[in-house]
């Protein structure tokens, strides 16, 4: 099977969890015979043209624009004239797979120019992220998400929650979705021999401090203003012995304010972005992952803290309910709720025996539930469908 897939970002562009699904799932589906060609956006020094795992990346040019929604519209014009020329020059492509929103013009054109199916992945909804459609940005977002929903033949989501809410907000048929989970490569976890551990902590957190963490984009639906107000009654019950560590980018001011106001900014390191290869490190020597989100439609960085085997803390939205199993796997927490949140971090830090038959858990679960081949097999079953389909169908 031949496919061309449209994605707004793969590394070494990274922007939120789409570029790591994406660059992890493709050579999997390569190493059961497929052939995969994706369309980004150039990034950096990367080359505008390279093989990746055996996935053939062709990354396209995307000219001066004066507002984000410009710059969509640009991208999209240039992944569709590149789509056209591939297909035009490579031979025919039996699918086109487009990852959310903001490729949905390039997929949809290309779709009925050369009449290929369409597969979309929903990865997260405006409607989820904002509770609701309430601005003039807000809105092209949806109608962009609809029209792309009502034009692919299938529809794949991470969770079962996606899938009510993919039906619900843009009334897809319940039988036009597919769930497909989000995975995860463990052994990426793994770090090489002689790594100094204990100077490396030193960096973040004095010896007798435990290491709280969150990692991901400082966004309101992420929830980590929520933290910050469980902060305080954390601290006061392990007596000052813990060090809360915000990892990511983003305008972090709003935080840095509210941790500064409820006198817990000595207890408290914003990082920044941090790369790849410190988090890998940073991993093996915190004692709590937490991720309050109040909107998340799967949590790939809960799957991360697994691999990693660090007990993991998370709120009881979307999602994540689905990926971390309470009192199995890790702790679910009430949304929105900072004493919830405080609880369960203390049953965490307070017994280490249950934190590591958590992490022992979450670990086996990995292989069980989030593995990329078995995953990969999924993703196949749904074009294997797709192409039964379309083979029983003229299409004027």
Known sequence: ???????????????????????????????RGHEVHLVTVEFGHAPRYEVVDGIHIHRVHVGHSHDFFHWIANMNESMGRHGGKLITEEGAFDMIHAHDWLVADAAIALK?????????????????????????????????????TAEA????????????????????PWDKIDVVYNGIRPEKKQ?????????????????????????????????????????????WELEGQVKVVLIGGGNTDALKRQAWDSGIWHKCYFTGFMSDEDLDKFQTIADCAVFPSLY???????????????????????????????????????????????????????????????????YADLEIRFRWDKLAQQTEAVYGRVLHERSQVYWE
């Open 153 to 172: 033949w299938r529809i794949i989501v991470c969770t079962n929650y996606m899938r009510l809410e993919v039906e619900r907000i843009f009334h897809a």
């Open 191 to 235: 770090l090489r021999p002689h790594f100094d551990a204990q100077g490396f902590r030193r960096c973040f957190a004095h010896d007798d401090e435990k290491i709280i963490y969150y990692v991901g984009r400082m966004t309101y639906e992420k929830g980590v203003s929520v933290l910050l107000s469980a902060a305080p009654k954390v601290i």
């Open 1 to 31: 099977m031949k496919i061309l897939v449209l994605s707004w970002e793969f590394p070494p562009r990274i922007v939120g969890g789409i570029s790591r699904h994406v660059a992890e799932l493709y050579p999997e589906l390569i190493l």
């Open 296 to 362: 998340e439609p799967f949590g790939i960085v809960a799957l991360e803290s697994f691999a990693a085997r660090v007990p993991v803390v998370v709120s009881d939205t979307g999602g994540l309910p689905e990926v971390v199993r309470h009192e199995k796997t890790g702790i679910v927490t009430r949304t929105n709720d900072h004493n919830s949140l405080a609880c369960g971090i203390l049953k965490v830090l307070k017994d280490p025996d249950f934190a590591r038959q958590l992490t022992e858990n979450a």
């Open 112 to 148: 009925h120019t050369f009449k290929i199916p369409l597969v979309a992945t929903i990865h997260a909804t405006e409607h989820g992220r904002c509770n609701g459609i309430h601005s003039d940005s807000q809105r092209h977002i949806h109608r962009k998400e609809c029209a792309l």
